[in-house]
């Protein structure tokens, strides 16, 4: 309530633009913050797994599927030409959103999961020998590893891994070190979900290109919070999850245009070929090529109304926001006694990790929900990275525009109580 | 006599109507679960889960070889008491007994049920699952 004054800045501040938000205006377009969880308000603080839709994105859906909805790419009448053109004018949306040069760089794909499967099957697959080497992070999500081993099992390349600092940094040293003449691909993720890191993307990819190695960077966690250009990051692959970007569950793939033409398709089926016989098979372009079967239409639609929305907040005020939600669950957490926050980079996005003396995450997560404080505990599936800071687990905070410090107050509360039932 | 814990718990749970109450039970049950002999804690007695560790054994009993102990751990406390529950539902009991028992219901009763519900994901749901198993094959 009060959250929205609080960060509002003085009007006198002209120079700089203005990056304020109406967060009570705000909320009221998602409809699922208004909800009750065990008779007490939702707080809603698990953005990094799933991000709630506002009312754009519910009612895109919905008007489509009352409207316009048919099979695309195939069909003569005017219910699949009107769908086509919402498909692909969602495609163009995800384009401006990652400021690709072409909307044939877009793919769709189920999340981010499938596209990293993607690249690691048909980019690295193509371009991967014995004794090559794939280079990642000991922070990434198990998405972002198992691809990998995966293709290393198949093609008898090794996979390299960069380490961590005990902050949740990379190490850009040890990074540069295990570039070698063998290195063949770089997967590093944006930003860390278990940790909130911001990696230094545009370093890393600066180094790999030196070598003429490609670099996929996983957005998952990064497309929520910041603006992405591909262009200048000049990154080969990038990937994001619709879902986390207050979309439905449809992913995108970004790759540059030669990397995607030379790739053999990912999977066969309809809508990616030009002609099929049973004597040879054309493809078709991209990115059609590597969109078997039909999509989920209503999905993409409904990303696009998200990148709509989105955008019409502006993501410089998103992360302004954000990164005073940051500085102030930091604060407020770090006055807890018996609290540690695992993860402490001088650069993060709206993610706090902490572990508690003597209370597994599970405990605190149960005590949470009865407060209808909604948290993610767990490995969040960086097994790797939970051994690197030895725990088991950690119970994370994180945030979205839509939160408020109200919200934040009441984690801690709710972790204070936490902490006096299991005294 | 175990099913006279659970009708005991039943009424305690009775008197108190706040949750917070009823957890701090859970977790004093938890506190004092019958400890496990670490050496019985190995990979084939952990029983995986995404959130918390649980790590169960079952065995015939000493005195009466028709009936079942279980021996379970873990490191969540919530977990652990959760687990004393199951143990007054299940152990010391006969495979028939075992397959009679509607643990759903007795959870429900509790208002616990949602630690039964398979998208928590933990170490919890997983060792119910197993000692199901354990009853159908056997």
């Known amino acids: ?186 997967a590093v993720n944006h930003v860390s979900n278990a940790l909130g890191t911001i990696n230094p993307v545009k370093r890393i990819i600066g180094l790999a290109h030196a070598q003429a190695i490609p670099v996929l960077l996983d957005g998952a966690q990064a497309a929520p919070h910041m603006a992405i250009d591909v262009q200048d990051l000049d990154c080969d692959f990038y990937v994001f999850s619709g879902h986390k970007v207050f979309g439905p569950c449809v992913g995108v793939l970004y790759g540059k245009k030669d990397h995607l033409e030379a790739m053999p398709p990912y999977m066969g089926g309809g809508d990616m070929i030009l ?28 990303l696009g109304a998200a990148l709509d929305y989105v955008q019409s907040i502006g993501l410089d005020r998103i992360a302004a926001r954000e990164q005073d939600l940051l500085r102030y669950a930091t604060e407020t957490l770090s006055a807890i006694p018996g609290l540690k926050i695992v993860g402490t980079a001088a650069e993060k996005a709206a993610v706090v990790s902490f572990v508690i003396d003597g209370i597994h995450p599970h405990d605190i997560g149960t005590i949470l929900d009865r407060e209808g404080v909604a948290v993610r505990t767990g490995h969040h599936c960086t097994q790797p990275l939970m051994d690197r800071f030895n725990v088991p687990a950690t119970a994370r905070a994180s945030m979205a525009f839509y939160n408020t410090h109200d919200e934040i107050g009441r984690l801690a509360s709710a972790i204070q109580k936490t902490i006096r039932m299991f005294a | 006599m175990t099913t006279n814990k659970l009708d005991h718990l039943y009424e305690t749970f009775e008197i108190l109507d706040d949750w917070e109450e009823r957890y701090r039970v859970i977790i004093d049950l938890g506190r004092h679960l019958p400890p496990m002999d670490e050496a019985l804690k ?35 406390h919530i977990v652990k008491g959760l687990i004393a529950i199951l143990l007054m539902a299940y152990s010391g009991k006969t495979l028939d007994e075992i397959r009679s028992v509607d643990i759903d219901a007795v959870f429900e009763k509790l208002g616990l049920d949602q630690h039964l519900s398979p998208n928590r994901r933990n170490g919890f749901y997983s060792m119910v699952e197993r000692i199901r198993t354990l009853s159908a094959v056997t």
Request: aromatic share 6%.
């Open chain 1, 1 to 186: 309530m009060n959250s929205a004054t609080r960060i509002e800045q003085p009007e006198s501040a002209a120079a700089a633009p203005d990056l304020t938000l109406d967060v009570e205006r705000i909320r009221n377009d998602f409809p699922i913050l208004k909800q009750t969880v065990h008779g007490k308000p939702l707080a809603y603080l698990d953005n990094a797994a799933s991000a709630q839709k506002p009312q754009a994105v519910i009612d895109a859906i919905s008007e489509a599927a009352s409207t316009c909805y048919a099979n695309i790419h195939r069909g003569v009448h005017r219910l699949s030409e009107l769908s086509t053109s919402a498909h692909e004018a969602a495609r163009e949306k995800a384009r401006a959103f990652l400021n690709a040069a072409s909307a044939k760089e877009i793919v769709f794909v189920r999340n981010a999961t499938e596209g990293i499967n993607l690249v690691a099957s048909s980019f690295g697959g193509h371009v991967l020998h014995k004794d090559d080497e794939i280079l990642i992070t000991h922070m990434e999500h198990h998405s972002n590893i198992v691809p990998w081993q995966l293709l290393c099992e198949k093609t008898g390349a090794r996979l390299v891994v960069a380490p961590v600092t005990d902050e949740g940094e990379l190490d850009m040293l040890a990074f540069g070190d295990r570039i070698t003449s063998r290195t063949r691909m770089i």
């Open chain 1, 275 to 302: 002609s099929v016989s049973f004597e040879k098979t054309l493809f078709n372009d991209i990115p059609y090529k590597f969109e078997a079967g039909t999509p989920d239409i209503l999905g993409a639609i409904g």
């Open chain 2, 42 to 76: 190995t990979e084939e007695t952990k029983v995986r889960g995404c959130l918390s560790q649980v790590w169960m054994v079952t065995r015939v009993s000493d005195d009466d070889p028709v009936r079942y102990e279980i021996i379970a751990d873990s490191d969540a």
